[in-house]
């Protein structure tokens, strides 16, 4: 794109909030969600768009206000060719960080012609396994969501919250629903100390096995075998090794 001079315009900054809707709503044992609060930025340059987003908070959209006025006051840095090198000197919060950060690698790479893959020397995207999650809900619309989710072999169930006396039941329920899947329970911080040293550990016997994540512990009921994801932390490249 040229500016009216005649000389190539200026790369330019756009940021915007989505609010995009849940197929149907989500609970966990703090909250419901109806929908996930977004964040995106453009950066436009040389007739092409490259795009970011994040999630500052899952529902407070104070936060997410403060991070768009976090990335509105980087316009004159984009304008000046703010690259990822450059973004990756400045102190900002991570969510805005990762949004730019998105945008940049995918604006280099189709001015490029090339994949963001390609340019950071990934493999070709590939599937890998993950996981599915329930909702908290009543343990026979647990049971019969998992039943319907049959492609996914590890389900992650929601558990935790003012009905905590039912989780048994609802991870009892999905069992019988789904005897071939791993099971990952996240009460989401909604059992208390006596709670997570009882049902928890019921649930971690029979040959199960528990991750350890941060002061809690994540029962996982194996199927064939016991699985549990992986978190790979992030680098200045992409690719996940």
Do not use: Y
């Not at 890998?128 to 049971?143: E, K, N, Q, S």
């Amino acid at each position: 794109m040229m500016s009216r001079s005649g000389l190539p315009a200026a790369p330019s900054l756009h940021v915007f909030a989505e609010n995009i809707p849940l197929r149907e709503p989500f609970r966990i044992s703090r909250m419901e969600f109806r929908h996930s609060q977004v964040m995106v930025a453009e950066i436009a340059a040389d007739g092409h768009v490259g795009r970011g987003e994040c999630e500052p908070h899952e529902s407070d959209p104070a936060l997410r206000d403060r991070a768009m006025a976090d990335a509105w006051a980087l316009s004159d840095h984009v304008a000046q060719g703010l690259d990822r090198a450059g973004l990756a000197a400045l102190p900002l919060a991570r969510p805005v960080r990762n949004a730019l950060d998105c945008a940049l690698w995918d604006l280099e790479a189709k001015r490029r012609g090339t994949s963001v893959a390609a340019l950071a020397g990934c493999p070709a995207p590939a599937a890998l396994p993950t996981v599915f999650t329930l909702g908290i809900d009543a343990p026979a619309a647990m049971a019969g969501k998992a039943a319907r989710m049959a492609a996914w072999t590890r389900l992650k169930i929601k558990l935790g919250g003012e009905e905590a006396a039912l989780d048994l039941r609802r991870a009892a329920a999905v069992r019988g629903a789904r005897p071939d899947a791993a099971l990952i329970v996240d009460p989401n911080g909604g059992w208390t100390g006596g709670g997570r040293r009882g049902p928890n550990w019921a649930w971690c016997g029979s040959g199960g096995r528990c991750r350890r994540g941060g002061p809690r512990r994540s029962p996982i009921m194996p199927a064939r075998f016991p699985c549990a994801p992986t978190r790979v932390a992030s680098t200045a490249s992409p690719c996940r090794r």
